[in-house]
């Protein structure tokens, strides 16, 4: 996950504990369980039958990926292969891995984006508020895979869904898992799959067979333009006196399939750019996404936390900010 370097847990640590670095006075803290509550949502069924409608990818368009995402697939495939409970090739367990990304992300075969966000949810309980903002909106959905804090990407925070690295270091060994299990149940191989394939919706219907199949006939064409973050940007953010590793996540940059930035693409917001990074307050580690007023267009920077294992729908944190610096691009509160 992106937190704080190791050299850097002190000054975390004091920061949860409400004491800013090199001083003893307490400070004010926002992020973490703080804040104005927003919460008591629960699925959208209207977002899955839109995930299902839309899952089926243009038939005989070539399948594009990103060549560092791929990389990152094709390593974490091998390696899940290799350790894998049943017989499964590294080449059919990255065909695995890769299938379910373009029926959720990228219908048209263009590269997915590691930056996608989801536009399908719009339940209240996801936006700020207070609406100081119209992008102050937690879409719970990220990345290629769409991990989502409902389900897989529970303990995921937005920088590590987008990071197609460590993602796919997740996803490949899971749907390994799965698959294996189900063949040790008997499965046949089709139906081994699809059991891998369970959580995403834009699956249900066979389209992630269908791509699988292609992938197994006609491979993959792969996109330098797409790099492992998919457009959004590493950075070093100072925050409440801590110094942390952030994500720089702006839609408008987003490389690879973009269609999901389109304002009509969806019921959901697309939210305003956002630095995500992880927050420990009390032993309990936080998803912190933090919008600079600059980027909101609201009157004060503004900070949703999501405990980490927690559904976003459930329960978000909102507050009002004034802390965060961006070193890297000398942005913010510097």
């Known amino acids: 996950m992106v937190k704080a370097q190791q050299s850097r847990r002190l000054a975390v640590v004091l920061v949860a504990l409400g004491i800013t670095a090199g001083t003893s006075v307490p400070v004010a803290l926002a992020a973490g369980g703080d804040g104005t509550i927003s919460g008591g949502g629960g699925p959208n069924p209207e977002a899955e039958q839109m995930s299902r409608d839309r899952g089926w990818v243009v038939p ?22 290799s350790d894998a409970g049943c017989s499964i090739s590294a080449t059919a367990a990255t065909h695995l891995t890769l299938a379910p990304t373009w029926p959720e992300v990228a219908p048209s075969g263009e590269s997915p984006s590691p930056m996608t966000l989801s536009r399908y949810d719009d339940q209240t309980s996801l936006a ?8 102050l909106f937690f879409n719970p959905g990220v990345g290629i895979w769409q991990l989502d804090s ?12 987008i990071d197609s690295s460590s993602a796919a270091a997740t ?4 749907m390994v898992d799965e698959y294996c299990s189900a063949i040790d149940g008997g499965s046949s191989e089709a139906e081994a799959r699809a059991a891998a394939w369970r959580p995403w919706h834009a699956c249900d219907s066979g389209a992630c067979e ?8 006609d491979g993959v064409t792969k996109d330098d333009e797409v790099d492992r973050y998919g457009g959004a940007e590493m950075r070093e953010c100072t925050f409440e006196g801590a110094t942390y590793d952030c994500l720089y996540v702006d839609p408008s940059a987003a ?40 980027d909101s267009g609201a009157s004060t920077d503004v900070s949703a936390s999501r405990e980490l294992g927690v559904d976003a729908r459930s329960k978000l944190s909102w507050a009002e900010e004034s802390s965060l610096c961006d070193t890297t691009a000398g942005r913010g509160n510097c």
């Open 60 to 81: 005989f368009a070539p399948l594009h990926f990103g060549a560092e995402p791929y990389a990152a697939v094709e390593s974490a495939a091998s390696s899940a292969a």
């Open 128 to 135: 700020d508020p207070e609406q100081r903002a119209e992008g």
């Open 150 to 161: 409902a389900g897989l990407g529970a303990e995921e925070t937005a920088a590590t869904a």
């Open 171 to 174: 996803m490949a060994p899971h």
């Open 210 to 217: 269908d791509v699988y199949q292609r992938l197994s006939s």
């Open 255 to 294: 490389q690879g399939e973009d269609a999901w930035t389109s304002p009509d693409y969806g019921p959901a917001p697309l939210p305003s750019p956002f630095y995500a990074f992880t927050y420990s307050e009390g032993g309990v580690d936080h998803e912190v996404r933090y919008w600079l007023k600059g």
